[in-house]
């Protein structure tokens, strides 16, 4: 009898490292998490890594479902094809560090590396919601706005490796300083933190100060989050109505413009924001002719991606199963 073939999905942020084995059909057998020590020196960095896959090798459940090779998935920039991670602010433990091949010496298995939304793109565009689409545009909403562009099954990366920051394309060019250094990109308007600041400025108006966001805050405008706001809209606050129809609004004129450029065949949405934002996709699908010079802007579907928080493992694991890189038996 064979043993399972499974690939080795390491998911890499600022605080966590997430790790799984993953088969060829997309099915997480098995996962773990653990700490990132990422405030330290790179080998700090590379040896939380290390530690987790071998937690997760050394797991009973793991026997018999031994890694073929190994895909990580890390908050960009990164440069893909050289294996490299440039300088991600989250990860400050590495600049210009070559991440895959430092973890092709630890494990002994040949490894490849791409950011976290271009690869949590990849697995919905092979094995999730954008199966049986050719071209599919994936969207991560959270804390930040990532977006990968996966064409005929495999990610598009551009001359250099630096393409699809959809989340750092301006709608506003007066509009408040990105993290990036633009004025005005789709994530200053419309990620969870940006839903915060709204509320705080809304709730320091007089009228607003009745609002269930602030009294789940405990009073305190420093307390609030995008979290907030979805409670309070999910209890019937008109404030919190607003300001979610706001964010779908800014979406809705962003997208429009992505499918100018691309007109991809679907629009995929993850990321802890996408429960609260689906709710939203009928209102930014009816907005989106007021945007969008394609006549058939409303044909294309938007989908709630279905990894989940799984996204980063299986995203990495999908690497390794894009068309003419499918490792060899």
Request: a negative charge; one cysteine or more.
């Amino acid at each position: 009898m064979h043993a399972e073939r499974t690939i080795l999905g390491v998911d890499i942020g600022g605080t966590k490292v997430a790790v799984g084995l993953v088969d060829g059909q997309g099915n997480i057998l098995l996962r773990q998490r653990a700490p990132m020590n990422s405030s330290q020196d790179a080998a700090a960095g590379l040896e939380s890594v290390v530690s987790a896959v071998h937690a997760l090798l050394a797991d009973p459940a793991a026997q018999g479902r031994m890694p073929s090779a190994v895909g990580v998935s890390a908050a960009g920039p990164v440069d893909a094809r050289a294996g490299v991670i440039v300088n991600p602010p989250n990860i400050p433990c590495w600049s210009n560090y070559p991440l895959a091949a430092e973890i092709e010496r630890a494990t002994r298995l040949p490894a490849r590396l791409d950011n976290d939304a271009n690869a949590a793109g990849l697995a919905e565009a092979i094995w999730g919601a954008g199966r049986g689409f050719a071209s599919v545009f994936y969207v991560t909403l959270g804390t930040g706005i990532g977006t990968g562009i996966v064409l005929g099954g495999e990610i598009y990366l551009g001359r250099t490796g630096a393409a699809a920051e959809g989340g750092h394309t301006t709608i506003d060019f007066r509009g408040p300083r990105c993290k990036c250094g633009k004025r005005g990109c789709i994530e200053v308007f419309a990620a969870g933190p940006a839903l915060a600041r709204r509320a705080c400025e809304r709730l320091a108006e007089p009228a607003n100060q009745s609002s269930q966001i602030l009294a789940l805050a405990g009073g305190k405008l420093a307390a609030v989050t995008a979290e907030t706001v979805a409670t309070a809209w999910r209890a019937g606050d008109s404030l919190a109505e607003e300001l979610l129809r706001e964010t779908a609004g800014y979406l809705a004129i962003w997208l429009g413009n992505m499918i100018d450029v691309l007109e991809p065949e679907v629009v995929v949405v993850g990321g802890g924001m996408s429960e609260l934002i689906s709710a939203w996709f009928d209102h930014i699908r009816g907005l989106l002719p007021e945007w969008s010079i394609n006549s058939r802007c409303q044909e294309i579907p938007i989908r709630r991606a279905g990894y989940g928080e799984d996204s980063g493992i299986a995203g990495a694991a999908a690497l390794w199963y894009q068309p003419g890189r499918v490792l060899e038996p």
